[in-house]
């Protein structure tokens, strides 16, 4: 079945008392029993019935089965945001004297989380080239809990062989964790390319043009203890579960998510090829180019299309300063995969808090610019970036 289709036609739990055609919103706390068993039943785990709305509610559990009905997961947990779903991962599966074996590329917070906060906690990051299988091999020991990636790097755009790592972690009976954000779930089959758990912003693209904060965890089952964290001490304990009307709002967007991402990601590629060609412009990267370094191992993953956000690199920072400035209808503003296309200078505002030694161990550069495309005309997104890179690079 089609995966617009299955986004469409997933049914609910029980049905409405009014049949309504879209899952209600379950704005309540509490839930009525109409006993003592059965209410014990419910708090206890042994029914699938709602106890309070900070652990288990009915407009929630009706997204994360359609999350599940899209991917084969075997379980979907929802959480207020892509990063507390990487916390709330991260913490099921870590613990004092473990290490994380990762990427020097990942995104500033997750960076932040890995190096620096569980560094606290007893949890190291052992940050590598995840482009190389056996430097990989030679970081994994003992006490290594598991393999950290993203499917692409932001924004740096590389692509690691999932499945080379997927090799390496089954030789060690750990699992793969991805942060597949940046290619949504309707596109590859994580489950076949060996991902164990995908985490997921649901505030990009599947909340329908940045309608709400959101995140998941999917679970392919292939770990019962891990998952048994993730259900009772993540939702249970940390306090993330994700609420009601933002579960609403992007079970919307899941409807509609396949149709925008084509239009997106046909939009990101006829921009970059474009751009490769612009006066002014030093370097392009997206996947979807034939000049990507990983091109080819991107498109034998996660297929024809790559995605909506693509970099470019001017010839110094004062230029990209003056670009941003000079920008019409493409707007300054951070978030990937809104409606509305957006352009940020990642080395000053994400990455800015970080050390300049840090931001270079990162291949974070002064020169970059990062464009989220949306769904603008794009040779309407073209003429206004032509204009700002004229206005950036005139004498």
């Known amino acids: 079945m089609d995966k617009t289709t299955k986004a469409i036609h997933t049914p609910f739990q029980r049905r409405d008392a009014y049949d309504a055609l879209q899952m209600p919103v379950y704005h309540t706390m509490a839930f009525e029993f109409d006993d003592a068993d059965v209410m014990a039943d419910a708090f206890c785990g042994r029914t699938d019935a709602p106890d309070y709305s900070r652990v288990l509610n009915p407009t929630v559990t009706h997204f994360e089965k359609r999350v599940a009905n899209l991917t084969g997961a075997k379980e979907v947990s929802a959480f207020t945001s892509g990063m507390s779903a990487i916390s709330a991962m991260i913490l099921s599966t870590a613990a004092a004297g473990k290490n994380i074996v990762t990427s020097r590329h990942l995104f500033g917070n997750t960076y932040l989380l890995l190096t620096r906060t569980l ?3 007893g949890v190291e990051a052992r940050l ?7 430097m990989v091999r030679s970081l994994v020991d003992a006490d290594t809990c598991c393999i950290f990636l ?18 390496i972690a089954r030789e060690h009976g750990i699992p793969v964790i991805a942060d597949t954000t940046m290619i949504p779930f309707t596109q590859f089959d994580a489950n076949a390319s060996g991902i164990d758990f995908q985490v997921v912003s649901t505030t990009k693209y599947v909340s329908g043009g940045a309608t709400s904060l959101g995140g998941v965890i999917i679970d392919y089952g292939r770990f019962p203890e891990i998952s048994e964290r993730i259900k009772k001490d993540s939702v249970f304990n940390y306090g993330g579960y994700m609420t009601p009307h933002v579960a609403y709002m992007q079970t919307l967007g899941l409807e509609t998510l396949q149709v925008r991402y084509d239009r997106q990601a046909a939009s990101a590629l006829k921009i970059a ?17 034939e000049s990507h370094p990983h091109h080819k191992r991107f498109k034998e993953i996660y297929g024809d299309k790559a995605g909506a956000m693509l970099t470019f690199d001017l010839s110094d920072e ?8 000079a920008l019409k209808m493409i707007h300054r503003a951070t978030n990937l995969f809104d409606n509305r296309s957006l352009a ?13 030694e840090q931001r270079e161990s990162m291949d974070v550069y002064d020169t970059t610019i990062r464009l989220s495309i949306g769904l603008e005309d794009p040779d309407d997104l073209y003429a206004d970036l032509v204009q700002a890179i004229e206005a950036a690079t005139k004498d």
């Open 119 to 121: 560094k606290r906690f």
């Open 128 to 134: 590598t080239d995840l482009t190389d299988p056996e």
């Open 150 to 167: 993203e499917s692409v790097t932001n924004p740096q755009t590389e692509v690691a062989d999932v499945r080379a790592l997927a090799e």
């Open 273 to 289: 090829t474009l751009l490769e060609k612009t006066p002014g412009v030093v370097k392009v990267g997206y996947p979807g180019l």
């Open 318 to 325: 004062a230029a990209c300063f003056r670009f941003v400035n």
């Open 344 to 356: 940020i200078h990642p080395a000053s505002t994400i990455f800015g808090p970080l050390t300049p």
